[in-house]
C-alpha cells in the first residue's frame, strides 16, 4: 500500500507543477509537439522545458516520438488523457478559463486524447447504452461489455471488432466529460468511433484545437444510426 501511495504522490507532483501541466493539456488533442512549442504554449524557455519534460517522462506521463532529426513529444496512453480530463472537472475551472478561445464549439464536440469527448460523445455514449449495444457490470463498474447486438451492430459499420480485443488497452470504458458533468466512452472501443467518425466525414477535426466540426453528413448518419440529434 505504501509503495502504491508514493507512486500516486509521484505523479501527482510531476501534474502539480503549473507549467508542466499546461504541457500535458496542450497534448491532450492527441497531437505529438517538440519541446520549443510546448514550451511556448507554456510560457518558459527552452531549457526549463527540457527539464520538465524529463520529469513528465519519468513519472511515464508523456512519450518522446522520433522522427529524422526531430524529437515530438505526446502522451504516454490514453490513461493519462482520462486522467488529466478528470482533473479539470476536479479543479472546477469554468469552461473560459480553461479553452478561451472557442468554448462553445469544444463543448460541441471534442477529443479526449483518442476518443470523442463533449455533448455529441455523452449523447452517444447514452444511447449506445440505451439500444443494449453495451452494457455495465453489476456494480456499475466503469468498463463496459460489448453485446451481442453491439457486436453486430459495430460491425456492421465497418469495425473491426476482433483488432480491438487484442490491443493492450482497456476495451470500453467510462471517461467522466468535465464539461457535461457526465461520462463519454473512451478505450479502444471509444477510440475506434472517433476513426470511424474521422473516416465516413461525420466529424472534421479543427487544424488549432481540440474542437471537432460536425458535419451535415455526421448530424443526418448520427440521428438515423443511434437517434443522436445535435
Known amino acids: ?25 496542450a497534448l491532450m488533442d492527441g497531437r505529438a509537439r517538440t519541446a520549443t ?16 519534460l524529463g520529469r513528465l517522462r519519468a513519472a511515464r506521463l508523456v512519450q518522446v516520438l522520433v522522427q529524422g532529426k526531430h524529437r515530438y513529444y505526446a502522451l504516454e496512453n490514453a490513461r493519462v488523457g482520462a486522467a488529466l480530463e478528470a482533473l479539470s472537472l476536479a479543479a472546477g475551472q469554468p469552461r473560459d478559463q480553461f479553452v478561451p478561445k472557442a468554448p462553445n464549439r469544444l463543448r460541441a464536440a471534442r477529443t479526449c486524447y483518442d476518443h470523442m469527448a463533449g ?49 493492450r488497452r482497456r476495451f470500453a470504458v467510462a471517461c467522466l466529460d468535465w464539461s457535461e458533468r457526465r461520462p463519454h466512452l473512451g478505450g479502444a472501443l471509444g477510440a475506434a468511433l472517433l476513426n470511424l467518425a474521422l473516416t465516413k466525414k461525420w466529424v472534421v477535426q479543427n487544424l488549432d484545437s481540440r474542437a471537432l466540426d460536425i458535419t451535415r453528413l455526421g448530424r443526418r448518419e448520427m440521428d438515423s444510426r443511434f437517434g443522436v440529434r445535435h
Open 1 to 25: 500500500m505504501m509503495d502504491v501511495d508514493a507512486a500516486v504522490a509521484d505523479v501527482a507532483a510531476a501534474i502539480g507543477e503549473p507549467a508542466r501541466a499546461r504541457m500535458l493539456f
Open 37 to 52: 512549442e510546448l514550451a511556448a504554449l507554456a510560457g518558459i524557455g527552452a531549457p526549463t522545458a527540457s527539464v520538465h
Open 119 to 167: 455533448t455529441i460523445a455523452v449523447s452517444l455514449h447514452d444511447r449506445l447504452i440505451a439500444m443494449k449495444w453495451l452494457t455495465t457490470g453489476t456494480a456499475g463498474e466503469a468498463a463496459y461489455t460489448l453485446t451481442a447486438l453491439g457486436d453486430r451492430g459495430c460491425r456492421s459499420l465497418g469495425m473491426d471488432i476482433d483488432r480491438l480485443h487484442t490491443l
